[in-house]
């Protein structure tokens, strides 16, 4: 293949060269295909173990389509009331994490991006990417401790603050303000008579919603899927979120793989069809956040 | 840098005398105002726990009764458990099956789809990003069952694949037997994270000027040099970042081996994360907890710094 | 101005979500206290059952089931320790009750639970108590034995009644497993888990971890002779590889591939559960002993009950594990539902001890689980026993994929043990010593 390398014609610079020989191309897209299918298979395995019984998941040939699909499992974790109100828990907890951090992050992340002359600006700029380097474990048990003190343990307050302040996210912020948001605009909008958080929430977050978009998806991943932290703060049956719904199926000597499966799904689907709307805008917004080093 | 000196309308004065500091402290009150939120929520959740930490690592505490201050006690059994050093050694070896294969196919799927010609760019890049987005907690469940024994798709293919060149072999114990637990687990981890370290590497590729790779086509570069001589180069900071990430997610990985092997068979997965969880949650020792997170948290950041100067070097 | 509206906005989002948390709590319904009790499987189900008749009686009580999902004990703990969301009853490992009694931090329940302490089974009332006082009630008991498929004996000519030792279990093993060309094996027996089947040949054969004095015992002959058997078991091939309670083991119930269970008395819930068409086929015999003439029971798990010293309703939580437990009819009526075997001696004499069960082929397999009990040697449980029980989990994998030596094995865990909870390691040689000195002076214990 090296052979034929030298043969053919550049292009358009950073996204490589057409051209490729026949071989070339089906390796590629072989790889490809068989990569997808195994990247795959365990959302097939997921969605078809959903309709299987015990007996059928377990079964010596294992079958992607179910012989005989059953709603059994869905029936029963949906006659369960503690699934609708887990489901909106999550969701309820998800969108208000989301956004708090976005807003403290673009907030944050401008201040560094633009106002490169505040006395200590340096060093609380270092301080800050300095905090990525404290380990959740560190930090666990105490953060749990004084949630227990202040009495909110087991309150939407548990999940939705302790990592609001996101330096990962600070960082990029202001990495993309730099780049994106000339300090010409800012200016402008300042002699108009722009208050300095008229220009963050006019100028600044219209602007900066490509790398939002794309900072929001990672934080809800994370606060979508969070079980461990869910597992320690919250109490009741009525808090819980679908990780600990799931997790929580297993009992002590028996798991009753069909329910977890239909419960799993219910888990998953929202967080694939906002990523398969989104993921153009993500792709995108990961991409042009200059996400170096 | 002028425009935001002359947004001020003033000209830079030096920084020195008191008076001029808090004017300026003053004039900039909005970049410590916007900033704040972060400080505040920092010293709650970040400062005051570090400090508690620290606290805790020296006394013992079941979490039930009042602490007990028992100095480096702490520490200095962690220097002699055995089921810490096992718990470390099964990160390193876990860090170690999975990290080479999943940074491989990280960039291998990142060269690809980072050309414009390929087809179905879409469709590929969500196939292999969606694992990054699912729960663990889910999709754990859906590994046991697949990787299981007697009954598991996994070892059905394999079998079925050696039985059609005639020979006869009995499934892998993919979760019963240690070493083949910690491939399982590195299994799952390259299944879950290639897709997100492969959206990263596609960021950093994306940051390399399109007229370097002209200008090194018009040198005559071959697509091997241009990957050798200027992407990889230019990816650096990418790599970085990914390794001290991975290094960070092993060491503290938790969701994975407590949902798909609690740590087992033995201790053959047991990562530092999950000896953590035992040691603060399941035989309520926070104390000893503390001062093996402290510990470890130390060699990491110490680790990271070599990691960081060492990718530096190269430049 | 849209601040105000911001503003506003905002606050009414924190009123909502301070007062959500409370939204969809199980409620007493009005005019009833609520007792809230944590449990898990079959246990909270047996619950469950008397709590309606206790209900009955006192109408001014609402008893609420919380059937927890795994790791019970962990949310446990934290609740404790964030003092808030605490139970006012729980079911604790009985293995587990010292990490607790020693806190203070759980209801003192002497002066209730004291009248019936003849009508307990020794070694779980010893395991409530903490220097003198009563934190814990024993709820059920573990007793073992073999369950059996008839089927699978009968077939391939053996009598599984025959057998009287272990050596004799692996003899028979090693016969039907010839007999069956390979197909049929012995018993469920994994290298990936080993240590159930560790502490029911430890407490068979009077092994401990820890002494009366809190020292460790771990190398000693006794546990010695419990690894050499089950090395017997792993190296003849008798065992077939399942991990307990895996869906592989429950699918095993069903087929001919393995001809025993050895097990606890509470195992029978998940048994027939999972057994289909293969109920009625079945059979218990007793545990084989060590020696000819030994004892042939052993204990596995087994729970107690305990009330938080948080809980406003105490007095009434009291009542109702009172009820649940102290009685024969409480206790026998878990028994019967849900297999939860009585700590409540007194309760052994009711009739339904001698009740035939259809599922073992009208076999009164009671009587085959109460054999020997009372004579069963206790084990000392101590606030560390987790950790020891963890060391010894997580090691004995390796012990058996490497082959290790036994003593050798049971040494190291033992120091490393001692130097993590810091407690004194006793040396073999003085086990040793010890039990040739109780074998001169008394060769037959019973």
Redesign the interface.
């Known amino acids: 293949m090296p052979v034929t390398a030298p043969k053919r014609k550049g292009t358009q610079g950073a996204v490589g060269a057409a051209g490729s020989t026949w071989t070339e191309k089906i390796v590629m897209y072989g790889f490809l295909a068989i990569s997808a299918v195994v990247f795959l298979l365990p959302f097939a395995w997921l969605i078809s173990g959903a309709f299987k019984t015990q007996a059928q998941i377990f079964a010596p040939t294992p079958t992607l389509i179910p012989p005989d699909p059953t709603l059994e499992n869905f029936k029963t974790v949906l006659s369960d009331a503690s699934l609708p109100r887990a489901f909106f828990n999550t969701t309820l907890i998800a969108v208000l994490h989301v956004a708090l951090t976005l807003f403290l992050c673009s907030l944050a992340g401008m201040a560094f991006a633009k106002y490169r002359r505040a006395p200590g600006h340096g060093w609380l700029f270092a301080f800050v990417l300095g905090t990525m380097m404290i380990p959740g474990a560190v930090t666990m048990i105490p953060i749990f401790v004084i949630l227990a003190k202040v009495g909110v343990l087991n309150t939407y307050w548990a999940m939705i603050i302790p990592g609001a302040a996101n330096a990962f996210g600070i960082f990029w912020m202001r990495q993309y303000i730099t780049a994106n948001v000339p300090d010409s605009l800012h200016e402008a909008a300042r002699i108009d008579g722009c208050s300095e958080f008229g220009v963050y929430w006019r100028i600044v977050v219209p602007v900066i919603q490509p790398a939002l978009g794309a900072l929001g998806v990672l934080v809800l991943i994370s606060v979508w899927n969070n079980l461990m932290w869910a597992f320690i703060v919250l109490r009741t049956e009525n808090m819980q979120t679908m990780p600990l719904l799931v997790y929580l199926l297993q009992g002590e000597y028996q798991t009753p793989y069909g329910l977890i499966m239909a419960a799993g799904l219910v888990t998953v689907a929202p967080l694939i069809v906002a990523f398969l709307l989104f993921q153009r805008a993500f792709i995108s917004g990961v991409t042009s956040g200059a996400v170096k080093g | 840098m002028m425009s935001d000196a002359a947004a001020q309308s003033t000209p830079a004065k030096k920084p020195g005398s008191t008076g001029s500091l808090r004017e300026q402290m003053w004039r900039y009150r909005h970049f410590y105002l916007f900033i704040s939120p972060f400080f505040f929520l920092f010293a709650v959740f970040g400062l005051y726990p570090l400090l508690f930490s620290l606290y805790l690592s020296l006394v013992q505490w079941d979490g039930l009764t009042s602490p007990k201050w028992v100095g480096l006690q702490n520490f200095t059994t962690l220097l002699r458990d055995e089921q810490f050093y096992r718990a470390i050694w099964n990160t390193i070896l876990i860090g170690v099956y999975h990290f080479p294969p999943m940074f491989i196919l990280a960039f291998v799927f990142a060269v690809i789809l980072n050309q414009q010609w390929v087809k179905l760019r879409a469709f590929w890049r969500a196939a292999v990003f969606m694992p990054a987005i699912t729960p663990m907690v889910v999709i754990a469940f859906v590994f046991f069952i697949l990787f299981s024994t007697e009954t598991g798709l996994v070892n059905y293919l394999y079998t079925g694949a050696l039985g059609l060149l005639g020979i006869e072999a009995a499934g892998v114990p993919w979760l019963q037997n240690g070493t083949w637990a910690k491939i399982t687990v590195s299994i799952l981890l390259v299944w879950r994270w290639t897709g997100y370290n492969m959206v990263i590497m596609l960021a950093g590729m994306q940051g390399i000027p399109g007229d370097m790779y002209e200008a090194a086509t018009i040198d005559g570069a071959s697509r091997w040099q241009q990957m050798r001589y200027l992407t990889i180069p230019m990816m650096k900071p990418t790599f970085i970042f990914i390794t001290i990430m991975s290094l960070i997610g092993t060491v503290y990985m938790f969701d994975e081996v407590f949902v798909l092997t609690n740590g087992g068979p033995g201790d053959a997965t047991t990562n530092f994360g999950l000896f953590l969880f035992q040691q603060s949650f399941q035989d309520f020792r926070f104390g000893y907890a503390s001062a093996a997170a402290y510990s470890v948290a130390l060699v990491v950041f110490v680790m990271s710094l070599v990691i960081f100067r060492v990718g530096k070097k190269g430049e | 101005m849209v601040p105000t509206i911001l503003l506003v906005g905002l606050l009414v989002?924190a009123i909502v979500?301070?007062w959500?948390?409370y939204?969809?709590?199980?409620k007493p319904p009005a005019g009833k206290r609520q007792v809230e009790v944590w449990s898990?499987?079959n246990a909270a189900d047996a619950l469950s059952g008397v709590s309606e008749e206790f209900e009955a009686e006192h109408p001014d009580l609402d008893i609420y089931i919380?059937k927890?999902?795994?790791?019970?004990?962990?949310?446990l703990?934290?609740?404790?320790?964030?003092?808030?969301?605490i139970p006012d009853v729980s079911q604790l490992q009985e293995r587990e009750a010292a990490?607790?009694t020693r806190?203070?931090?759980l209801t003192d329940l002497t002066d209730w639970a004291s009248p019936y302490r003849e009508q307990f089974v020794p070694a779980f009332w010893d395991s409530c108590v903490y220097e003198g006082r009563m934190y814990a009630l024993p709820w059920d008991v573990g007793p073992c034995a073999v369950y059996y498929k008839r089927w699978i004996f009968e077939e391939y000519g053996l009598d599984p009644w025959t057998i009287e030792t272990w050596d004799d279990f692996v003899a028979m093993g090693v016969e039907l497993k010839e007999r069956s060309g390979g197909k049929v094996r012995m018993l469920p027996l994994?290298?990936?888990?080993l240590i159930e089947m560790l502490q029911i040949l430890m407490q068979q054969n009077g092994g401990n971890v820890f002494d009366v004095q809190g020292r460790i015992v771990l190398d000693s002959p006794q546990n010695r002779q419990v690894l050499a058997l089950m090395r017997q078991m792993l190296d003849t091939g008798i065992n077939a590889?399942l991990?307990p309670?895996s869906?592989?083991w429950?699918?095993s119930y069903q087929t001919d591939n393995v001809a025993c269970y050895p097990n606890a008395v509470w195992a029978v819930a998940?048994l027939k559960q999972a057994a289909g068409d293969t109920a009625g086929k079945w059979g218990v015999f007793p545990m084989p002993a060590f020696e000819k003439g030994g004892i042939r029971t052993s204990n596995l798990g087994g729970s107690v009950l305990i009330i938080p010293r948080e809980s406003e309703v105490a007095e009434e939580a009291w009542s109702f594990i009172e009820f649940a437990n102290c009685t024969v009819e409480g206790q026998i009526e878990q028994f019967r539902e849900q297999g939860l075997f009585p700590a409540l001696i007194t309760a052994y004499d009711h009739p339904y001890f001698d009740e035939k069960d259809p599922f073992f082929a009208d076999q009164a397999v009671n009587k085959v689980f109460a054999q020997d009990f009372e004579k069963l040697p206790t084990m000392t449980r101590t606030a560390d026993w987790?950790?020891a029980q963890?060391?010894l989990?997580?090691?004995?994998?390796?012990w058996a994929?490497t082959r290790q030596d036994n003593g050798a094995y049971l040494r190291g865990v033992a120091e490393?043990l001692g130097?993590?909870v810091?407690r004194e390691v006793v040396p073999y040689e003085e086990l040793a010593a010890q039990r040739e000195g109780t074998d001169e002076s008394g060769p037959d214990d019973e």
């Open positions: 989002l979500l301070t959500l948390p939204v969809g709590l199980a898990w499987t919380n927890n999902g795994s790791n019970l004990q962990t949310r703990l934290l609740a404790l320790s964030a003092g808030s969301g990490k607790y806190t203070g931090r994994s290298e990936a888990n590889d991990t309670y869906p592989e429950e699918a998940a987790n950790e963890a060391y989990g997580r090691s004995l994998t390796r994929e490393a130097r993590k810091v």
